[in-house]
């Protein structure tokens, strides 16, 4: 059974830095997919960041809303994926959610969340 857990997420001032982590088990975990996405209050669930292999390399891609403020990264031995996001703002208040799957369009397992809090 695939197993994503979330951690990392907390209460951080705007401009300040937050490393999320999500800890994988169940499959192979360098051969999937693994995103990070997020959910604001009232709001629909959005894409953050995902990283695959693919073809010996290893690919990475953002929502433009996180783009060079935030860095996506796993951990193959750890299966670990972390997403790295600074110069925070309150626009980031969200729970953040790590995903696996063959690509991002097709995610099968999701974790619980972790929520971050950006005061201003």
């Known amino acids: 059974q695939v197993q994503l857990v979330e951690s990392g997420g907390g209460l951080v001032q705007a401009g300040g830095s937050l490393r999320l982590s999500c800890a994988a088990s169940g499959r192979t975990f360098s051969r999937y997919t693994m995103g990070w996405f997020r959910q604001a209050p009232g709001k629909e669930r959005e894409f953050v960041a995902r990283i695959s292999w693919s073809w010996s390399s290893i690919s990475t891609s953002y929502a433009d809303s996180v783009k060079g403020r935030s860095t996506i990264s796993r951990d193959n031995a750890k299966n670990t994926v972390y997403l790295q996001m600074n110069s925070l703002k309150p626009d980031d208040t969200a729970i953040y959610y790590c995903?696996?799957?063959?690509?991002?369009?097709?995610?099968?397992?999701w974790g619980q969340g972790t929520q971050v809090t950006v005061s201003s």
């Open positions: 995903a696996t799957g063959p690509s991002v369009a097709q995610l099968d397992y």
